[in-house]
């Protein structure tokens, strides 16, 4: 697992945008607000089966609790987007109950500066989740790298592609040494 998912979706996404609205400079009332906001719409997602219906109500919720000025098609976007297959299905499937029924050797890879998979948010319910039915795994937080296991100064998103560095050469190492121990 390279940068894998130990929660639900929707608590990564919602970590992602408080970890980048921090980067950003934002106010404790406005991640306050910004997580709110957040889970009223993952709550619109989780219960509405209807894509029509979900943005409807997505849109009523937006409007009750826009901040001042803020503009309305970015926000038609961001509904769109939630409600599409992919981030979904993202939102509403649990990874621990796979991880609980994994009984082949697992390498559970994160970048301690990954700002989209927090490290400290998934490897806890990752190593959980494995211990449950699995006794060869290996769960490491690698530091200093990115979500894209990069050496990063920044370790913004934006920071990707300004990076020479492809994939870190520690984490290389690491992933060669498992795979060889366990093909022998």
Known sequence: MLAGAGVPGDQIIDLQGELMARAAGASAEALAQRH???MKF?????SEKDEKAALEKMRATWHEVKPAGAPDEAMDSEFRRLMSPEIRSIILEDPAEVLRKLKVPVLALNGSRDVQVAPRQNLPPIAAALAAANSDFTISELPGLNHLFQKCTKCTVQEYAELEETFSP???EILGDWVVRHTR
């Open 42 to 46: 993952f709550d619109i997602v989780k």
């Open 36 to 38: 709110e906001m957040q």
């Open 170 to 172: 520690m984490a290389l």
